[in-house]
């Protein structure tokens, strides 16, 4: 779930996805930057990240009860494709997705979490889920790009949606009867892994025949093994995080992520943050998207008080660091709502004012009101025949398909 973006990295992101993809794909030529939708939230070129932010940002304000807009709730809807699949951004969503349309898994799957959790969009959920079994790997996981092998972070981010949309991962199998389970932990290091230290994380995928410990991985892998999303409710108990249980029980999800979340806590403790080396570095810096992620992810395995650190140095530092970038915003608004925390007086910042400020300002609305307007969304989807009227109205039916860009944390073999 990171959401740290980089032009520089996406760039890069773009050739590998293009050498990885068929060859009847090319890379994508550099083009004007898209003039952003008013619907979108955020100010800056969505190319890469609009439906991840716009996600983020409509699952953050439902967190803490406000009412997105509906220009808001609008835009992301008629992002989907007929088919059932997201593309990380259409700038003419009135065209109908073609071959040239490039739908990636993580953009369908934070989609798929914000829908449910605005609830009235069933049918385009359901279309979500199975296009992401439509595309999962013989080994049971994801990649980014569909067609491209598995790895840790992709794998993670499809199976908190599927769990969240109400689906049982375990059951979730590929042709070749892998559950989504078996293909998620292939890529946990074990008791044998070395450093020792490694042990119990997550890796994104191997390099040279070794699979690296990856912060986003864990971060990410925790919370799939638990069958849990992004929006993390703070849990009533509260026990020390605890270190990879060896031997392991082979084929436990539970374990599974229990051994992630001690990895993480163990590797808060050394700075109270994660660090990472960035593209062109020769030193680490602070990870502040990863260390968010962290948090969260401990808070969800039952280990808020693993995650008191890292939460404080989030309070004083992120705040530029998220500083109009509705992802980021809407990430540390799921923080603090994961460990009873005010979003409202984060350190120096109301997280919720100023994600408000990045896109079209929320309505208010009493519970009776909301609920009344989800029972009419619901009906607008009952009605739609293929459950997304708006698709119907301004770009008809087609199937899409094709490579996605993948997010810049998402490529980084960092250490963790």
């Known amino acids: ?41 955020g100010k800056g070129d969505p190319t890469y990240d609009g439906v991840w932010r716009q996600s983020f940002a409509l699952l953050a304000q439902r967190t803490v009860g406000e009412q997105p807009a509906a220009q808001a709730v609008d835009w992301l809807v008629g992002q989907q494709c ?12 009135s065209k109908a997705c073609d071959a040239k349309t490039v739908l990636d898994t993580n953009a369908t799957a934070v989609a798929v979490q914000a829908l449910k959790a605005l609830g009235g969009h069933d049918a385009a959920v359901k279309k979500g ?7 999962q790997n013989e080994d049971g996981g994801w990649a980014y790009v569909p067609g491209s092998p ?25 042709k070749a009867g892998k559950s989504a389970y078996d293909g998620l932990l292939s890529f946990q290091l074990g008791c044998s892994a070395e450093p020792a230290a490694d042990r119990g994380a997550f890796g994104y995928q191997p390099a040279d025949g070794k699979l690296a410990a990856n912060a986003d991985a864990t971060a990410a892998a925790t919370l799939a093994a638990l069958g849990k999303g992004a929006l993390v409710a703070p849990a009533a108990a509260d026990t020390p995080a605890a270190a990879l249980a060896c031997p392991a029980t082979a084929g436990d999800p539970t374990a599974a992520a229990q051994g992630a979340a001690g990895n993480l806590a163990e590797a808060l403790k050394k700075d109270g943050h994660l660090t990472a080396v960035t593209p062109g570095a020769d030193q680490p810096t602070p990870d ?40 980021a ?10 460990t009873g925390t005010d979003p409202k007086a984060f ?8 994600l408000n400020a990045t896109g079209p300002a929320p309505r208010s609305a009493t519970p009776k009101a909301q609920a009344s307007e989800d ?42």
């Open 1 to 41: 779930m990171n959401v740290r973006r980089s032009a520089a990295a996406l760039a890069a992101s773009a050739v590998l996805c293009a050498g990885a993809a068929p060859a009847t794909l090319a890379a994508p030529s550099p083009s004007p930057a898209p003039v952003v939708p008013s619907g979108l939230f």
């Open 82 to 93: 007929a088919d059932g699949g997201f593309a990380s951004f259409r700038a003419d969503a």
């Open 129 to 135: 889920v199975d296009w992401l079994k439509s595309v």
């Open 150 to 174: 598995s790895e840790g972070s992709s794998t993670s981010v499809v199976i908190s949606a599927l769990a969240e949309a109400g689906e049982k991962p375990a059951d979730v199998k590929s």
């Open 288 to 327: 502040t998207g990863n260390t968010a992620d962290a948090v969260i992810a401990l808070a969800a395995a039952g280990h808020k008080q693993s995650a008191a650190g890292a939460l404080e140095w989030l309070k004083a530092n992120s705040a530029e660091w998220s500083k109009g970038n509705p992802a």
């Open 329 to 338: 915003l809407g990430t540390l608004i799921l923080t603090a709502h994961a």
């Open 347 to 354: 350190g120096s910042t109301d997280l919720v004012a100023a």
């Open 375 to 416: 029972a009419d969304k619901k009906k607008d989807d009952e009605g739609s025949g293929n459950g997304n009227l708006w698709w119907i109205i301004g770009a008809g039916a087609a199937a899409g398909m094709g490579i996605g860009i993948l997010l810049s944390g998402r490529r980084k073999k960092n250490q963790i």
